[in-house]
């Protein structure tokens, strides 16, 4: 039996009685298919990602490897968070194994950004430029990993660029993070193994990208739409580059403090630890 619109509302409606205006709207007007993916990773987002995040002042920083094994546990949470979220994502489940692994290997750091946008706090927050307690812990933590070229200013600054553009809004940064792990330059390492299906990524990455454009235009217009995402590229280019630096700087800390025995597995793999 061919359903209509006005069918296509009742049942959404009858599963999902705490929509608000903003996302009734956007139903309205999105195709579809495009609200279904929206929702869908959406919801798949925020089940993987909404819990409580223990905040770097939970970490020790007695001593610079105790301080390094603490970062550690907490990227490593993130990683596998990470893991999750991509795994309930259909065409990032269909790749070839191998796919996967080179994916998540080069481009998982990238990612870390948008979790941690996710997280930050207006106040008392680690990744602040104010003199709060978090915050200067966070500092303690950079200091103690000998840092004299701005980790922390470049981390800290391309993070917030990311709360101001995005507004925290868990469909953008969803949508981001998968945009990002389908990014097969993202890395620019020149060692990256070429893909067993290189199709299927571009693939899926302009789907995503896509599908967000039309979130864009739906909820700014499509002048302001541009606008934005010019904005939204110009924050990616940060974090392509910012990555790289930062990726660095964390691993040879950790092979430099014989640390990498306490460091799982995964997060060895997202360092390039070999």
């Not at 106040?123 to 004299?148: P, Q």
């Not at 995402?229 to 392509?240: D, Y």
Request: some cysteine.
């Amino acid at each position: 039996m061919e359903m209509n619109k006005d069918d296509d509302d009742d049942i959404f409606l009858d599963e999902n009685t705490n929509l608000n205006q903003m996302e009734y709207t956007l139903f309205e007007t999105l195709p579809f298919e495009d609200w279904i993916v929206i929702q869908s990773v959406r919801s798949s987002f925020l089940s993987v990602f909404e819990i409580e995040e223990e905040q770097c002042s939970c970490m020790d920083v007695s001593d610079r490897v105790s301080a390094l094994i603490g970062w550690s546990k907490l990227a490593n949470r993130v990683a596998l968070r990470f893991v999750n979220f991509f795994g309930q994502i259909d065409e990032f489940k269909d790749l070839h194994l191998d796919d996967r692994f080179i994916l998540m290997k080069y481009n998982a750091f990238s990612v870390f950004f948008i979790a941690k946008c996710f997280y930050y706090k207006s106040t008392n927050d680690c990744c602040s430029h104010d003199d709060n307690e978090v915050a200067n812990k966070h500092r303690r933590f950079y200091m103690l990993c000998g840092d004299s070229y701005g980790i922390r200013d470049a981390f800290v600054n391309t993070v917030q660029s990311l709360v101001e553009l995005t507004e925290q809004d868990p469909i953008l940064l969803s949508l981001l993070s998968i945009i990002l792990i389908f990014c097969q330059d993202l890395s620019m390492n020149e060692n990256q193994p070429s893909l067993k299906d290189p199709f299927a990524v571009n693939r899926a990455q302009f789907y995503y990208t896509k599908v967000l454009w039309n979130y864009l235009v739906n909820k700014l217009g499509e002048t302001e739409a541009c606008k934005h995402f010019t904005k939204l590229l110009t924050v990616i280019f940060r974090i392509q580059s910012k990555r790289k630096k930062i990726r660095e700087f964390f691993r040879v800390q950790c092979m430099t403090l014989d640390a990498v025995d306490h460091i799982t597995p995964i997060l060895q793999s997202v360092l390039h630890i070999s």
